[in-house]
């Protein structure tokens, strides 16, 4: 290994302590000042903790105090319920706090992702992770009481574990890939795409026996839940059974434009995940708006680069699982079901690829880190409206 090399490996491992120490700390921030029960979904999932620190066992939706989440895979809230078990009186800060461990270790496993695929490119890794940690969407979700948070640190240790170069066995290294992805489906079954992906991208490979062994190791160790949710429900899933909690949901088909906004909003803005309790102003709007015109100039330029910037397996990985996640999402919107784009969140290692294309498309290496600070700029001011917005609920509610 030369000089140069360890001085870039130096530069891209301080880079990514940083930002993941700095989207830890702000994602305990929201933890500590968001209202409790304001970011969506949150008091049904926490009422799944509680489940499993009072009755020890899985809840089952019909039964007297379970919550539509509970048809939700169970990762989560065991490990939830340990910490809240623990941590006694403040067991919801601690749970909270839990989700924002993971931001910060999401932040990392960013830039594993993105450096092999960048074939080693400083910038590009550092802007993706730089996208990833100061994104303020995602820091208010890891904030909160939620199972996206793990539910991606799991399928993104899965796609870089299924990037990376090794010298193990290949066998091996499919199943372990496997675990990493039934990790994150019983977290969030949501994240099952993840594994559509890699086995499309496995397929255009032609690697047969990583996706064999893959499949049949996710299929062992998931297959007992839909047996579980089968004999329960009688469906795989347990959708059908929400019912009996007495929630119900509505949802219409969104068109073109109202299907763009919601996206960027996921990708930009917490205000939908705050239940719309806050309003954007137009400069937020606008920051924004900005904010996504980088990501389309980084997926152009994937389009246009993607043979001479990019390595072929592991872009062919992260891309065909940010494709398979955004169809499975759109299929679902336009049944009329309701889900968020947050179901489509294992496309993220795409959207960071695409910030960190931006930033590498001029030729001056300073021009590039001028859109580099400028992009988190942008995301650093909004994430600032979104503290002062909702510091204000807070005090509102305690008065």
Same mark, same amino acid.
């Given at each position: 290994?030369?000089?140069?090399?360890?001085?870039?490996?130096?530069?891209?491992?301080?880079?990514?302590?940083?930002?993941?120490?700095?989207?830890?700390?702000?994602?305990?921030?929201?933890?500590?000042?968001?209202?409790?029960?304001?970011?969506?979904?949150?008091?049904?999932?926490?009422?799944?903790?509680?489940?499993?620190?009072?009755?020890?066992?899985?809840?089952?939706?019909?039964?007297?105090?379970?919550?539509?989440?509970?048809?939700?895979?169970?990762?989560?809230?065991?490990?939830?319920?340990?910490?809240?078990?623990?941590?006694?009186?403040?067991?919801?800060?601690?749970?909270?706090?839990?989700?924002?461990?993971?931001?910060?270790?999401?932040?990392?496993?960013?830039?594993?992702?993105?450096?092999?695929?960048?074939?080693?490119?400083?910038?590009?890794?550092?802007?993706?992770?730089?996208?990833?940690?100061?994104?303020?969407?995602?820091?208010?979700?890891?904030?909160?009481?939620?199972?996206?948070?793990?539910?991606?640190?799991?399928?993104?240790?899965?796609?870089?574990?299924?990037?990376?170069?090794?010298?193990?066995?290949?066998?091996?290294?499919?199943?372990?890939?496997?675990?990493?992805?039934?990790?994150?489906?019983?977290?969030?079954?949501?994240?099952?795409?993840?594994?559509?992906?890699?086995?499309?991208?496995?397929?255009?490979?032609?690697?047969?026996?990583?996706?064999?062994?893959?499949?049949?190791?996710?299929?062992?160790?998931?297959?007992?839940?839909?047996?579980?949710?089968?004999?329960?429900?009688?469906?795989?899933?347990?959708?059908?059974?929400?019912?009996?909690?007495?929630?119900?949901?509505?949802?219409?088909?969104?068109?073109?434009?109202?299907?763009?906004?919601?996206?960027?909003?996921?990708?930009?803005?917490?205000?939908?995940? $705050? +239940?719309?309790?806050?309003?954007?102003?137009? *400069?937020?709007?606008? #920051?924004? %708006? =900005? /904010?996504?015109? !980088?990501? @389309? &100039?980084?997926?152009?330029?994937?389009? $246009? +680069?993607?043979?001479?910037?990019?390595?072929? *397996?592991?872009?062919? #990985?992260? %891309? =065909? /699982?940010?494709? !398979?996640? @955004? &169809?499975?999402?759109?299929?679902?919107?336009?049944?009329?079901?309701?889900?968020?784009?947050?179901?489509?969140?294992? #496309?993220?290692?795409?959207?960071?690829?695409?910030?960190?294309?931006?930033?590498?498309?001029?030729?001056?290496?300073?021009?590039?880190?001028?859109?580099?600070?400028?992009?988190? #700029?942008?995301?650093?001011?909004?994430?600032?409206?979104?503290?002062?917005?909702?510091?204000?609920?807070?005090?509102?509610?305690?008065?």
């Amino acid at each position: 290994m030369t000089t140069q090399t360890r001085t870039t490996r130096r530069t891209v491992l301080f880079a990514t302590a940083g930002l993941a120490l700095a989207s830890l700390v702000l994602s305990l921030v929201a933890a500590a000042s968001l209202v409790p029960g304001l970011p969506y979904d949150e008091p049904a999932h926490w009422s799944n903790v509680q489940y499993l620190l009072r009755a020890s066992s899985l809840p089952v939706l019909g039964d007297p105090g379970v919550g539509y989440e509970a048809q939700q895979t169970p990762g989560f809230y065991a490990m939830a319920a340990i910490i809240a078990g623990l941590a006694g009186e403040p067991a919801f800060v601690a749970v909270r706090m839990l989700s924002a461990l993971g931001q910060g270790i999401l932040v990392a496993v960013t830039a594993l992702i993105l450096w092999p695929v960048t074939r080693r490119n400083v910038l590009a890794t550092i802007a993706g992770a730089a996208f990833i940690a100061l994104n303020p969407m995602l820091i208010v979700m890891s904030g909160s009481v939620q199972n996206d948070t793990w539910a991606l640190v799991w399928g993104f240790a899965a796609l870089a574990l299924a990037v990376r170069s090794t010298r193990m066995p290949r066998w091996l290294h499919a199943a372990l890939v496997g675990v990493l992805v039934a990790l994150a489906v019983l977290t969030k079954l949501s994240m099952a795409p993840l594994l559509l992906g890699l086995v499309f991208a496995w397929l255009l490979r032609r690697r047969v026996l990583e996706l064999l062994v893959a499949v049949a190791t996710v299929a062992v160790l998931t297959g007992w839940w839909f047996v579980r949710n089968l004999v329960l429900y009688g469906d795989l899933t347990g959708q059908s059974a929400v019912a009996l909690t007495g929630a119900e949901f509505q949802n219409e088909p969104l068109g073109p434009l109202a299907l763009a906004r919601t996206v960027l909003t996921y990708l930009t803005v917490p205000t939908e995940y $705050l +239940r719309n309790t806050i309003q954007a102003p137009v *400069w937020v709007d606008a #920051a924004a %708006a =900005a /904010v996504g015109l !980088v990501l @389309v &100039v980084g997926i152009v330029a994937i389009c $246009l +680069r993607w043979r001479r910037a990019y390595a072929a *397996w592991p872009l062919t #990985a992260v %891309a =065909a /699982v940010a494709v !398979v996640s @955004v &169809v499975a999402w759109l299929v679902q919107v336009q049944f009329g079901w309701p889900v968020a784009f947050r179901t489509a969140y294992a #496309a993220l290692p795409f959207f960071a690829l695409a910030a960190g294309a931006a930033v590498t498309l001029p030729r001056a290496r300073w021009a590039g880190w001028t859109v580099l600070g400028v992009t988190s #700029a942008l995301q650093l001011a909004v994430l600032a409206w979104t503290a002062v917005t909702v510091s204000s609920l807070a005090l509102t509610s305690l008065l």
